[in-house]
């Protein structure tokens, strides 16, 4: 989910659990939807993208879903390993530029050995 | 390719004074953007050039903040006076397709700290 403060919603798992990292995108007219990982100490990194005209999308494990009818995106990844724990963000656009890029506030995930 | 490069890594500074972030996008990239992130705020667009030439600067707070980037290899973040509000980790992203793929790729990130 989103943060609404200054804590950042935390997903716990262990390891090889499936994991889902829900998020809620703000603008109806968005039509354009990215994922990133982003760990400690360094720059958000590309993961997966999705457009309108889908609802699913799937990478190396991991699952992009889309429901535009409740303005909700979610990334599922299977097998979770230790390497994933990260703060993972969802990213909406209008795909009119760059300037309309909004990220979401980011999920920690947290995977136990 | 290395990857985007940015400098100083961390900063430490005193209101009042100058700083200054350096950035090295990947070579070929014609898109370079500037970010800040704060637990509050998140991830905040500054400012983003294509082609060496600023495309949309309204994310740059205010009149003491100032970016540029003189040639394709190389763009800088100025703060001028800094105060304790512009603490943040400032990211340098850029990119080689116009929007359409999200794939931005980010420098490790400048991490300011205004005493």
């Known amino acids: 989910g989103e943060s609404v403060g200054l804590h950042l919603p935390t997903l716990s798992v262990q390891e090889g659990d499936n994991s889902i990292i829900n998020c809620a995108y703000s603008?109806?007219?968005?039509?354009?939807f990215i994922w990133y990982k982003q760990e400690s100490g360094k720059g958000p990194q590309f993961i997966i993208d999705?457009?309108?005209?889908?609802d699913k999308r799937q990478g190396q494990r991991v699952t992009v879903l889309l429901n535009k009818t409740v303005k909700h995106l979610s990334l599922q990844i299977a097998a979770t390993q230790p390497g994933d724990s990260a703060v993972y963000f969802c990213?909406?656009?209008?795909?009119?530029?760059?300037?309309?890029?909004?990220f979401g506030k980011g999920t920690m995930l947290l995977v136990s050995p | 390719d290395a990857g985007v490069i940015q400098s100083p890594r961390h900063e430490v500074t005193e209101m009042g004074q100058e700083v200054t972030l350096r950035c090295k996008p990947i070579?070929?990239?014609?898109?370079l953007f500037w970010y800040r992130q704060t637990m509050m705020r998140g991830l905040e667009l500054l400012i983003y050039?294509?082609?060496?030439?600023?495309?949309?600067d309204s994310g740059m707070p205010e009149d003491r903040f100032s970016a540029k980037m003189p040639n394709a290899s190389f763009s800088t973040l100025k703060i001028q006076p800094s105060e304790p509000r512009d603490s943040a980790v400032y990211f340098c992203?850029?990119?080689?397709?116009?929007f359409g793929t999200g794939e931005l790729f980010f420098g490790e990130g400048s991490r300011l700290t205004v005493l």
């Open positions: 070579s070929g990239h014609d898109y």
């Open positions: 050039f294509n082609n060496n030439v600023p495309i949309d």
């Open positions: 999705i457009r309108s005209n889908m």
């Open positions: 990213a909406e656009n209008r795909n009119s530029g760059y300037s309309t890029l909004t």
């Open positions: 603008n109806s007219a968005s039509d354009y």
């Open positions: 992203a850029s990119s080689l397709f116009n």
